[in-house]
């Protein structure tokens, strides 16, 4: 749905496709955002089509689909309403309170076994959530979210994603164990992956706030 993201997360893989377009991974990826104001039209003729193959569609691989603008442009609530009246199956990743908006269309989905979510959870330290994720939802916030998702009868599982190493890799277990409490069906998670444009955000960062 979105090019770009507010949540301005200063790890994030998905900053350099910002250079794609003549913008910067840093500040630009953050406030210059770019969004497919015409996606479920798109995404119901492609459904329609005579040759299409039905398969699982992700949305949130590469920014957000619940970052703070869709309050507005509604464009993945759009995307969600073909599906469902398609009856075509979706994943969807989020660090986005904002996906329980949603939950009704998510419930509908559930019940024919055509969609999972998985929320993102990097941390649960507030001090280090502000400086990883600034504009993202609190950790706390997000396992609400697995709780509202999993009494909606919604499949729900947690990416602990990126593991920091030295920053938030000793908070493992403890985010495994708040996710099975709040109702999460299944984890994961993926070590920190720093792109070129992206390792000098982070290092400064990390000579700031850790410097030993």
Not at 54 to 69: E, F, H, R, S, W
Not at 155 to 171: I, K, L, S
Not at 173 to 182: D, F, K, N, P, Q
Request: aromatic share 6%; hydrophobic share 40%; net charge neutral.
């Amino acid at each position: 749905p979105y090019r770009g993201c507010e949540h301005g997360c200063i790890y994030c893989y998905a900053r350099p496709s910002h250079s794609y377009v003549g913008l910067s991974p840093g500040l630009d990826f953050e406030t210059r955002l770019f969004y497919k104001a015409d996606a479920p039209r798109v995404l119901r003729e492609t459904l329609a089509r005579r040759g299409y193959r039905c398969k699982p569609i992700m949305l949130g691989a590469n920014t957000d689909p619940y970052q703070p603008v869709e309050r507005r442009l509604l464009v993945t609530r759009g995307i969600l309403e073909v599906l469902a009246e398609c009856r075509h199956p979706v994943a969807v990743i989020t660090k986005g309170a904002l996906i329980v908006r949603d939950l009704d269309l998510l419930a509908d989905l559930a019940r024919d076994r055509l969609v999972s979510v998985a929320v993102s959870i990097t941390t649960l330290d507030a001090a280090t959530k502000r400086t990883l994720e600034p504009r993202a939802a609190s950790g706390g916030a997000r396992l609400r979210v697995v709780s509202e998702l999993a009494a909606a009868g919604v499949p729900v599982g947690v990416m602990v994603a990126p593991v920091v190493p030295a920053v938030t890799d000793h908070e493992l277990e403890h985010i495994l164990e708040a996710a099975a409490s709040a109702g999460a069906r299944s984890a994961g998670y993926v070590v920190l992956r720093l792109p070129y444009e992206v390792k000098t955000l982070f290092r400064e960062w990390l000579e700031e706030h850790h410097p030993d």
